[in-house]
């Protein structure tokens, strides 16, 4: 039987997967800046990531121990979320860069790591009482998929 998270850990964790994507948009940035449209939406994705990073940090301080009703459930969801190869890797961070050649493999990266955080903060919003903060971190990081996929099929 796979450990359960505390609700302290699902935050820390989402603390983490916002400083994977800060590194991840601003190591896209440097690699591709002579594209001055895709360098510009990279540095805004990883401005953004820091702003989550400190919501998700004020949550922490704010969030006691008590855990929703059906907890089990959403805390084996996020572990296997959260130790997907996806997050973590062989190396337990975001999976190696050197296999992004190109724009368009970078920016399908992007849209992939979007999706999956959109899932795992869908699942930490339903077990915390602070849902509006959640929600709004989850409009956002729709926004961000909203913009990749623009920048895909300009």
Do not use: C
Not at 24 to 41: A, I, P, Q
Not at 49 to 68: M, P, R
């Amino acid at each position: 039987m796979q450990e359960r998270f505390s609700i302290r850990e699902v935050i820390e964790q989402a603390i983490q997967t916002e400083k994977l994507g800060y590194q991840f948009y601003t190591t896209m940035s440097e690699r591709f800046k002579k594209d001055v449209e895709l360098n510009k939406l990279f540095m805004t994705l990883a401005e953004k990531e820091i702003q989550h990073e400190k919501t998700f940090t004020e949550l922490l301080q704010s969030t006691g121990d008590s855990q929703e009703e059906g907890w089990d459930e959403v805390s084996l969801y996020l572990r296997a979320i959260v130790e997907s190869e996806f997050f973590l890797g062989k190396e337990k961070s975001l999976p190696s860069m050197q296999h992004i050649k190109d724009i368009n493999d970078a920016v399908k990266y992007a849209i992939s790591f979007e999706k999956e955080t959109l899932l795992y903060f869908y699942g930490i919003r339903d077990s915390v009482k602070e849902k509006e903060v959640i929600d709004e971190i989850i409009n956002e990081e729709k926004s961000h998929i909203r913009w990749l996929v623009a920048f895909k099929t300009r």
